[in-house]
Nanobody
Framework: QVLLVESGGGLVQAGGSLRLSCVVS???????MGWFRQAPGKEREFVAA????????AYGDSVKGRFTISGDNAKNTVFLQMNSLQPEDTAVYYC???????????????????WGQGTQVTVSS
């Protein structure tokens, strides 16, 4: 089984920072990890992805330069450091795991096989 549990969400003022964590069980069966977010009434949006082997990363255009994805293999944990947060970043953030790394599809939700329950991030103006 593969289990993903997110944490670290909360309320922050515009310009502030948060760090999300995703603890993964069964990483041996996962090659890549991703973060997505979904705001009310909007489609799920790709945020960032990382490949366990080699550390390859990818970012959505809306978060480049502000968010950083990283992993701690020893702790089987993936992080999303979010800086310069803005109200439009408000959403439920989901951690996802994929059994493959395909660059052309890494931003698509159907590239991922497992999903966490989500953690709420709210940014006030």
């Amino acid at each position: 089984q593969v289990l993903l549990v997110e944490s670290g969400g909360g309320l922050v003022q515009a310009g502030g920072s948060l760090r999300l964590s995703c603890v993964v069980s069964g990483r041996i069966s996962t090659y890549a990890m991703g973060w997505f977010r979904q705001a009310p009434g909007k489609e799920r949006e790709f945020v960032a992805a990382i490949r366990w082997s080699g550390g390859n990363t990818a970012y959505g255009d809306s978060v480049k330069g502000r968010f950083t994805i990283s992993g701690d293999n020893a702790k089987n944990t993936v992080f999303l450091q979010m800086n310069s947060l803005q109200p439009e970043d408000t959403a439920v953030y989901y951690c996802a795991a994929s059994a493959r790394w395909q660059l052309l599809w890494i931003t698509a939700s159907n590239h991922y096989d497992y999903w966490g329950q989500g953690t709420q991030v709210t940014v006030s103006s």
